[in-house]
């Protein structure tokens, strides 16, 4: 595992979007095409900007998928993550990806689960673009995580400190708002990413990122696991590092 630290948001999001085309650029030369997953949150806003700016990217041989989504949020909720995916990454790319599998989280939610699994069973997964939460999740995958699952996708029942996040990153009005529920992406399927390319800032991950980087790997801090992929970069600014011990740069 690399893991980098930068003094702001902004180098920290450029530097995982650079890293991060590059692989994209690579997997289009190598086999013509590319697959990668996107996550969201504020953690994401610099890293995506960023991303949708690479030059010489053809998007047009990309496929994107969807890590997580909430169960019973409409779309033109301003939380909802299909919502942010489109203002903030697709609509802004400069010309359409091949396909983008959003998870849709109104209707059957385990018809929608057994369908984009169906499809990213499929499908080889050259970049996963992730996050940490304060609770050490990975995706929604909440503590304690099923490590064991091989569903690709699951509904997950987000946990007290989950939801605390999102309301106290204002995403919405109070936490009895935040939905109970999500689709998420399972912790083995995020696994089977040739590349992770994992972007955390801020001092309220700081303890989360310490237990995930400097722990041990246990589904009590899901995103522990990473330290078992063969291929993870960790970009950190100085808040969200400010408890690690043993900082390795990539």
């Not at 029942?157 to 935040?178: H, K, M, Y």
């Amino acid at each position: 595992m690399d893991v980098q630290v930068f003094g702001t948001k902004q180098e920290m999001g450029m530097s995982a979007a650079e890293d991060g085309a590059k692989l994209i650029r690579e997997a289009i030369a190598k086999q013509g095409s590319a697959n990668i997953v996107v996550a969201t949150g504020s953690s994401q806003l610099q890293m995506l900007s960023a991303l949708a700016r690479e030059p010489d990217i053809d998007w047009h041989r990309v496929t994107g998928f969807h890590l997580d989504e909430y169960v019973g949020l409409p779309a033109t909720h301003p939380a909802s993550f299909r919502r942010y995916l489109w203002e903030r990454f697709v609509s802004q790319l400069p010309c359409p990806l091949t396909a983008f599998h959003y998870i849709d989280g109104e209707g059957d939610c385990q018809a929608t689960c057994q369908y984009l699994g169906k499809i990213i069973s499929q499908t080889s997964i050259d970049v996963a673009f992730v996050g940490i939460g304060e609770n050490g999740h990975l995706a929604f995958n909440d503590p304690p995580a099923d490590f064991d699952t091989r569903l690709p996708y699951f509904v997950a029942t987000l946990d007290l400190g989950c939801r605390q996040q999102q309301c106290n990153e204002g995403w919405f009005p109070s936490i009895e708002a935040v939905p109970q529920q999500a689709i998420t992406m399972s912790i083995h399927q995020i696994m089977q990413s040739e590349s992770i390319i994992c972007t955390v800032p801020d001092e309220r991950k700081a303890v989360a990122v310490c237990d995930a980087l400097e722990g041990e790997v246990s589904p009590i801090v899901p995103a522990s696991i990473l330290n078992l992929h063969r291929k993870v970069t960790v970009y950190l600014d100085v808040p969200a590092a400010s408890r690690l011990t043993q900082l390795k740069f990539g």
